[in-house]
DNA sequence: GGTGACAATAGGTTTTATCTATACGAAGGA
DNA sequence: TCCTTCGTATAGATAAAACCTATTGTCACC
């Protein structure tokens, strides 16, 4: 047996022919047709029932070709395994992080991380927290920023910083003048929210437990820079993350006033997630070493 | 990259020499030098510090080794797939049972399996429950029989029937002519255990709670063959499951009197264990239907 | 300095994979 | 029914690779 062999066998499952899986593995289809016939031979069973008008594959097919896949997985990982050896901080390093952080993370992170890493082509994903939780564990990224807690057997994860919550309002609100701000006071019609599937929306929802009363409003923000300008042009008020505030946390900028919560300050903790069978940890650690300096 | 590569560094991290993996694989030294070396310049990566001394695994070196082992189980695990599907009720299988069921179990269903799947050969494992449990996770053997509760994430388990206790006495004991028996009557310094290890001797000190009481025991007898001749003697009492009193249950044998307890009658639960990831379930269908007819 | 153990190299042979060209078989259209 | 088309199988030649034996190189040990 042969993993060149076994590679064949994915191309004819995924496309469906001999002649398209020999085009997709750059060998000519008497070539591939006799390959798979010898390794059909030599496990003494038929892995595809063919005819010119297609190719099904057998039950006993579908479970090699089922562990074909690991084993080109596995294959695959050696090869991983190598290149990270050669160079740790090298290669194309995928990191994802929600919409309400990246936005303002992914920035300020992308010298840091070119200045400490030159080799590293890395690839910044901005996406809900649930299509970055499937891509990690489909491999599609290879590290996450993402609200915490996140509970995973086959993730590890690294808490980095607490991101504190604060009130937005405009300079003229009747609440613009307080100090300090208690969870009650937003039990009000005009709390602006994002829609559906950001996780800072639940987060807002679960600090004001408003679930039913906010069921009602029919508008739904698509991103925090909309709502700012919502909450500026006095449409309503806010939850604003400080790391969306700039730099100026103490000022007021742009006629939005950012008044801090009571103790227990309502914060969102940001954690690194990544896949533990992940080869390249070395970019990991040099990741938590610039995001935890900020 | 080869398969024959990958189980040419598993022969090198077995044998810890080059010449001996050669030997192991069939093939001469240069060649496996050679193939490894070439493995080597492909991945770019030093799997080996050779020396004339000693071969030492590099960091990489290990990793790749173990991926490689994981390739190397899965393609075993495609032969094993093939050769299956040829006949599933042929080839070796090894089925496992803990020592007080298996001398009692194993002889009446070698027949049945044998009439049954007349071409598979059989191989019967008396062991203890945690080292047939080992063995179950190591592949040692394919499936056992054991007390439940069983609880892997790796098995799948069937209930194939209860075991029921009853106490063995001498047929001039004190408790002989009694046609039923509580539990508490089992409090008494002359019951008879096994070693340490056996699931009957657990068991038995569960149901009469005497942990503490039996502690100064001195005597722990290695089967139940054993007690049994011991009850006969007169030495003491003991818990016999129905299994292991032949197949006169309601006559009294050899001098022995096997009284049944009252409701709730203790007992153990028989179920047929294997890997989730095992080829050859259509044995494990056949064995159940063996085994619940009894 | 000689010896033994082991890996690396050299050169030739065998095996295997691959190619192009062609045959075969089924389905669809004239 | 015949012809064309699409797709797989077969044949024969070529290129690549894996393999063998013989030999060299290297290090430790006596």
Redesign the pocket.
């Known amino acids: 047996m042969?993993i060149?062999d076994l590679k064949y066998l994915l191309a004819i499952k995924e496309t469906g022919?001999?002649?398209r899986a020999a085009k997709q593995c750059?060998?000519?289809?008497?070539?591939l047709?006799?390959?798979?016939?010898?390794l059909e031979e030599s496990l003494g069973v038929r892995i595809f029932e063919?005819?010119?008008?297609q190719?099904i594959i057998t039950a006993v097919g579908e479970q090699i070709i089922a562990s074909a896949m690991k084993v080109i997985a596995e294959v695959e990982r050696i090869d991983a395994l190598a290149d990270a050896a050669i160079d740790p901080l090298s290669g194309r390093f995928r990191l994802g992080a929600f919409p309400t952080l990246a936005t303002y993370l992914f920035p300020g992170i992308v010298m840091p991380i070119n200045t400490c890493m030159p080799d590293l082509k890395l690839i910044l994903v901005e996406e809900k927290t649930q299509s970055l939780i499937d891509k990690l564990k489909s491999g599609q990224i290879d590290a996450a920023l993402l609200a915490l807690p996140v509970v995973d057997e086959q993730f590890k994860i690294k808490v980095l910083f607490d991101d504190y919550f604060r009130l937005a309002v405009k300079t003229d609100h009747k609440l613009a003048n307080k100090s300090e701000i208690g969870q009650t006071s937003l039990l009000s019609k005009d709390l602006l929210l994002l829609e559906e599937g950001h996780c800072l929306r639940d987060q807002a929802l679960e600090i004001c437990s408003l679930m039913g009363a906010n069921e009602e409003q029919d508008f739904r923000a698509t991103s925090l820079e909309t709502l700012r300008l919502m909450v500026k042009a006095g449409t309503g008020i806010t939850l604003m993350p400080e790391i969306a505030m700039g730099l100026n946390k103490d000022r007021d900028e742009d006629g939005i006033r950012y008044i801090p919560f009571k103790e227990p300050r309502p914060k969102r903790t940001i954690g690194l997630v990544w896949r533990k069978t992940l080869i390249k940890t070395a970019v990991i650690d040099e990741l938590i070493k610039i995001l935890t300096h900020k």
Chains 1, 2 share one sequence.
């Open positions: 042969n060149r022919s001999f002649s750059y060998v000519s289809q008497p070539t047709s006799g390959q798979v016939k010898k063919r005819s010119s008008k190719i």
